[in-house]
């Protein structure tokens, strides 16, 4: 009873805006990916055909928590364990190929938890499963501990969200050192959204969109497993998530989302190789100004609704 | 010049000068903003503001006179103004303005016995680095010296008298602060005399979109701070050692932290036997020990101020706290309604 009460307090005191964002966003986005990762690292194969589904199950889950850089994903670089990418020097190839070579009784969980965050997790999946040239090495053994580690992780992280869960909504309290006033826990997850909007146009778009002359579909995300358009709605729909459930009266913002996530429907180009051509190119772009769009309207209406800015400094720059 | 400013300027300058110590021992200085105001503080060593002076507009750091209570209150980039600001009466005592064509960048620092002001400056047009030099009993500029780079930023007495100059590399437009020359910048790092004679300089060829902005004392080596201007998947350190006569080198987090800072440090602060570096963009501080291995990370959004009081560190954030630094932990000290700007000066 007590510890109901105490619990409850805890709940009343953030603002409505966090507990729904930590109810009924992340938390539930966490527990998803790690159910999807968890099933993955049960089919017991190690034929691509057979582990495709479910790597791409465990992949749409994890677009939509990718976007909250704060907590457990932030810490011993996990996020960049489930997701190395972009990797423009090719970083997690090299130490994957290593890997492959390696004596497989040296492959090991928490072995794994030592190696670079670049060869591992989804990325490195991805690599193993829809390889663009022969692999070296028979890669059942390293396909299956990279499996253990992505669901290990998952695991950690959607655990770790019950205890950061709470320090999100005890902000303010007394004894909370992390977010001293409620109201900059708003600020927290408000700023994730605004980043998270960034990286959708300058990396998950802007990457592959390159320049006219010289557009560049292989760099996309997922590309190699036909996700590169996929991962940009997935991510648009569980930003757009994140902004209903911090302000759900923001007619604006989710207005914006909405033209953003039509125009990417549109596309019809599930690879994005459809940019070499102008008209896709120009097509992209456009998405690209529609994300740009949607980050502005929102920091223009959701800011001032919750009564916060991004971060003083972080916008400055010197 | 008018007989009765004459007089008044001789009776200002005979007045006198109240020290750091008379008017309690401020241990830092911090530009904030609160509301739409924005002030210079002195602050407590456990975060108290002591005073808060008006300033016209949006500070970017302070020089701090090494024993008379005066600072000299630098603008934002590119600034066409700086503030000597009496710290015992708030008044402005002096308002500094470049030599037409030259703009401030941001920084200054005293000579040690307070006689000197130098200045960070670029030539307007081009950027080219200048140090200006004042006379601080009158503030009368004395002349200026060549920074030996572009876009100079912070730069840094040594205790012999040498001063660092962190040449950012980057050309700016002079009016609205566009970055001109991101494809081919060269940041370097340069080691004057006290005469302004260059002594030394060191540039990193394969690493040119890091501007080289801020700069610390760690022993007899110079520790700074990197900004990347380059592609931001790529993961390059923020932090760089370098002792004079040696060769410098860059100090890497695990590879797990690369992009903990966003590829941007916005403050360094040195003890002897560490070195901090903060990143708003990041929302974090990294520790390293004074060889440049890393040692800790410890998250907060927003952080930029950093400054040693003794053997710590105390970082402060735009949200309007300030937090003592340990291997450890961030641990508040205290939590105002000022938004505190990018750096925190030592008086120490």
């Known amino acids: 009873m007590r510890a109901s009460l105490l619990l409850l307090l805890l709940a009343t005191s953030a603002t409505a805006d966090t507990a729904t964002v930590v109810n009924g966003h992340a938390r539930p986005g966490y527990a998803a990916f790690d159910d999807a990762a968890s099933r993955l690292a049960d089919v017991e194969s190690c034929d691509p055909e057979r582990l495709r589904p479910a790597f791409q199950a465990a992949y749409d889950a994890w677009m939509g928590v990718e976007h909250l850089h704060l907590g457990p994903s932030e810490e011993e670089g996990r996020s960049l364990a489930v997701l190395f990418w972009p990797d423009p020097k090719g970083t997690g190839a090299k130490a994957q190929a290593a890997l492959l070579k390696a004596d497989p009784a040296t492959l090991t969980i928490d072995g794994m938890a030592q190696q670079s965050v670049a060869a591992r997790g989804l990325s490195g999946l991805e690599r193993l499963l829809y390889p663009e040239k022969a692999l070296p090495a028979d890669p059942c053994p390293l396909i299956q501990i990279t499996i253990d580690d992505l669901a290990r992780q998952a695991e950690i992280m959607a655990a770790a969200w019950t205890s950061y869960g709470e320090i999100l909504l005890s902000a303010g309290q007394t004894g909370n050192d992390r977010f001293l006033k409620p109201e900059e826990a708003t600020q927290a997850l408000f700023t994730q959204l605004a980043t998270g909007l960034e990286f959708v146009a300058d990396r998950r778009i802007g990457r592959p969109l390159g320049s006219f002359d010289k557009p560049r579909p292989d760099l996309a995300e997922g590309h190699a497993s036909g996700r590169a358009l996929a991962n940009i709605t997935l991510s648009l729909q569980a930003l757009r998530d994140l902004a209903a459930s911090l302000s759900p009266d923001s007619p604006k913002t989710l207005a914006a989302f909405d033209h953003a996530i039509d125009l990417a429907g549109a596309l019809n180009d599930p690879n994005l190789d459809g940019i070499t051509d102008p008209q896709g190119w120009l097509k992209l772009e456009i998405l690209q100004q529609a994300v740009r769009s949607t980050r502005d309207t929102a920091i223009a209406e959701i800011g001032p609704a919750l009564g916060v800015e991004l971060g003083f400094n972080s916008q400055d720059g010197d | ?348």
């Open chain 2, 1 to 348: 010049m008018q007989r009765r400013t004459f007089l008044a300027t001789l009776a200002a300058s005979l007045a006198p000068r109240l020290t750091w110590a008379d008017i309690g021992a401020p241990a830092f200085l911090a530009a904030g903003k609160r509301g739409e105001a924005f002030f210079l503080h002195g602050l407590s060593a456990t975060g108290t503001s002591l005073f808060g002076i008006p300033l016209p507009g949006r500070g970017h750091a302070a020089a701090a006179h090494p024993r008379i209570a005066e600072a000299v209150a630098f603008a934002r980039r590119p600034g066409t103004f700086a503030l000597v600001i009496d710290c015992a009466t708030g008044e402005t005592r002096h308002r500094l303005t470049p030599p037409e064509g030259m703009q401030f960048n941001g920084h200054g620092a005293y000579s040690a016995d307070g006689s000197l002001l130098m200045t960070s400056e670029v030539v307007a047009e081009s950027s080219e680095g200048r140090i200006g030099l004042w006379d601080t009993a009158r503030y009368a500029r004395l002349t200026d010296w060549p920074s030996h780079g572009i876009g100079p930023h912070e730069v840094k007495r040594l205790a012999d008298g040498r001063l660092a100059v962190a040449n950012g590399g980057i050309r700016t437009d002079p009016v609205d602060r566009t970055k001109l020359n991101i494809p081919d910048m060269a940041p370097n790092l340069t080691l004057l005399a006290a005469d302004g004679t260059l002594l030394d300089q060191v540039e990193f060829p394969d690493m040119r979109q890091n501007s080289i902005r801020h700069l610390a004392l760690s022993g007899d080596a110079i520790a700074f701070a990197m900004q990347w201007e380059g592609d931001p998947s790529e993961p390059v350190p923020q932090l760089g050692l370098w002792t004079p006569g040696t060769a410098p080198t860059l100090c890497t987090p695990p590879e797990a932290e690369a992009f903990t800072l966003q590829g941007y440090a916005g403050s360094i602060a040195a003890t002897p036997d560490r070195i901090l570096i903060t990143s708003p963009k990041g929302g974090a501080v990294m520790l390293f020990d004074s060889r440049g291995t890393h040692v800790a990370t410890h998250h907060r959004p927003d952080l930029c101020g950093a400054a040693t009081t003794g053997a710590g560190f105390t970082v402060t954030d735009g949200g309007g706290a300030i937090w003592s630094a340990t291997d450890d932990a961030l641990t508040p000290l205290a939590a105002d309604q000022t938004q505190w700007d990018n750096h925190l000066v030592s008086l120490s």
